[in-house]
């Protein structure tokens, strides 16, 4: 089994927001191709520019450094805001 965690929302518009864990038994690079290739049947319901791996390493290992850096900063620089501190990049 290639995923783990998988979890799959309803939004408003009706389209479905996915968010999968990569399983330790997929290869790094072919995560995320190998998911929608898995959905094929379903792929115009869901948003795939919303949908995305669960976590910082699954994005790192599917997209890449910059992209996991990209996805630290968004989750984490509101959080840095909120208790105060001044978060720059």
Not at 7 to 28: N, R, T
Not at 36 to 59: G, H, T
Not at 69 to 89: D, L, M, N, S, Y
Request: glycine content about 6%; proline content about 3%; overall charge negative.
């Amino acid at each position: 089994m290639e995923f783990k965690d998988v979890e799959i929302q309803c939004q408003h518009d009706g389209e479905l927001l996915v968010k999968v864990g990569m399983s330790e038994h997929c290869k790094a690079g072919r995560f995320w191709a190998t998911l929608q290739n898995a959905c094929i049947p379903v792929m115009e319901l869901i948003d795939w520019e919303q949908s995305q791996p669960k976590n910082v390493y699954d994005i790192f290992c599917s997209y890449g450094i910059d992209s996991a850096w990209k996805c630290f900063v968004e989750v984490c620089a509101p959080i840095f805001v909120a208790i105060g501190f001044r978060f720059t990049c």
